[in-house]
């Protein structure tokens, strides 16, 4: 789950990572008055998504007149397909030097890596790219206690002064208990910028959050952005169904993610496009079963339709009784193509003769069918 920049330092300041001030707004008028006291405002669209300063989305203004001005350019704007609705001014620090200090769950070094470099900014990615040496790794195992001197050495390695390099040092510490405390999996402070009398403050900040783990966390789930997901998606999670959405044509009923992943690869690989992933879960109800064929219905994409299941926990009769209960309640006009194999398979397969209905055996022949369904080549 990703937030907003604000968010992002609301929880910099709880857990003591200084920031310059700032405010979040929903009007040109607000941003006026919410920054009359600074004499250089900046002006932030908040998405949720990166490059807003690229995108030209970060402006700087130097009267209230102009902080509106330049907030009614951004109010509207679409950045990345990400529409701005609310803008965060800022009291604009003045920057000596930016870094980048960010730290992200490391599957292959089974800890978490922390990231460092003294070219911060809005070229960060580039230089990733062109010369990742530039930014220095340190991995750090939650496990093991934090050791401040290896930590402090590291942080030298871009941020001089013993002032600077103390204040880096809180800052990496509060940056990792949040990190830690919060499951998220990516953490960035983006500039994180020297200021010419010494301080040294976040000015930009990006957190993602472990989906799986947002259950430990209300206060972290409470702060979901609805627009990070389209109406399928959120109406999926609200009936429990893991669903994301595609952009192709073919729509998607699998039992199992490891199924469905391999089920969208095969697709791709007969050359077809999926609509979406979406895993109706192991023991699956017929209720889940008409869910999902709603959800998939809606998309105007969406050209047939392929149900696949391996019943293991999942027991064909009930899928073939959630196709029943579906066309009860919808009107489904498209191709379904189904495989059905696997526990209560010949029960599932009866239920779908008497309603008119076949399902296929082979998983390839399935997939070859919805594609010619849909008018690709199969
Ligand atoms: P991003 O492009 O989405 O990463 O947005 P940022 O918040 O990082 O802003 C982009 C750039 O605007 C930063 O790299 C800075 O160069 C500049 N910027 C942001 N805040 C300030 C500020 O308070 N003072 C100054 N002087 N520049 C800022
Ligand atoms: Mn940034």
């Known amino acids: 789950m990703k937030i907003h920049e604000y968010q992002a330092r609301d929880l910099f300041r709880r857990y003591g990572i200084p920031v310059n001030n700032y405010t979040m707004v929903r009007s040109p008028g607000e941003a006026r008055r919410a920054s009359t006291n600074w004499s250089q405002v900046v002006v932030k669209a908040q998405v949720l998504t990166g490059g807003r300063g690229k995108a030209g989305g970060v402006k700087l ?18 950045i990345k397909g990400f529409k701005v609705d609310r803008i965060l001014v800022c009291d604009a620090a003045p920057i000596a030097k930016e870094h980048y200090l ?18 911060g900014g809005v070229d960060i990615e580039d230089l990733a790219a062109s ?3 530039a930014i220095h790794k340190l991995t750090l195992f939650p496990h093991q206690e934090l050791d401040e001197k290896t930590l402090k050495k590291f942080l030298g390695q871009s941020i001089s002064g013993e002032a600077q390099l103390n204040q880096a040092l809180d800052a990496a510490k509060s940056l990792y208990t949040l990190f830690l405390s919060t499951d998220a999996s ?27 783990a947002l259950f430990r966390h209300p206060e ?14 959120i109406e999926a999670r609200e009936k429990n169904l893991s669903f994301v959405s595609l952009r192709g044509s073919i729509g998607c009923i699998v039992n199992g993610a490891g199924l469905a992943m391999a089920t969208l690869d095969l697709i791709k690989h007969y050359g ?6 979406l895993d109706v879960g192991g023991s699956s109800n017929p209720q889940k079963v008409a869910d999902a064929l709603s959800i998939i219905l809606r998309n105007p994409k ?26 009860k309640q919808l009107t489904i006009e498209l191709p379904l193509v189904i495989r059905l194999v696997g ?17 296929k055996d082979d998983l390839d022949e399935a997939i070859k069918a919805v594609i010619a369904a849909v008018g690709g080549k199969p």
Do not use: H, W
Request: aromatic letters at 4%; proline letters at 5%.
């Open 61 to 78: 203004a130097e009267s209230p007149e102009e902080v509106e001005a330049k907030a009614s350019e951004i109010f509207g704007m679409d």
């Open 343 to 359: 526990t209560n398979q010949a029960q599932g397969r009866s239920i779908l003769e008497s309603a008119g209905l076949s399902a």
């Open 131 to 133: 010369n990742p040496d």
């Open 220 to 233: 972290i789930a409470s702060l979901r952005n609805p627009e990070e997901d389209s109406e399928d998606e």
């Open 186 to 212: 990516l953490a960035e402070i983006n500039p994180y910028a020297l200021t010419p009398d010494g301080k040294m403050l976040a000015l930009d900040g990006k957190i993602n959050f472990d989906e799986n």
């Open 302 to 327: 969406v050209k047939a339709i392929l149900i696949n299941i391996f019943g293991g926990i999942t027991r064909c009769d009930d899928i073939a009784n959630g196709l029943l209960l579906a066309r």
């Open 102 to 119: 960010g730290m992200i769950l490391d599957r292959a070094c089974q800890g978490v890596t922390l990231m460092l470099s003294d070219q």
């Open 272 to 277: 077809g496009d999926p609509a979406n992933f």
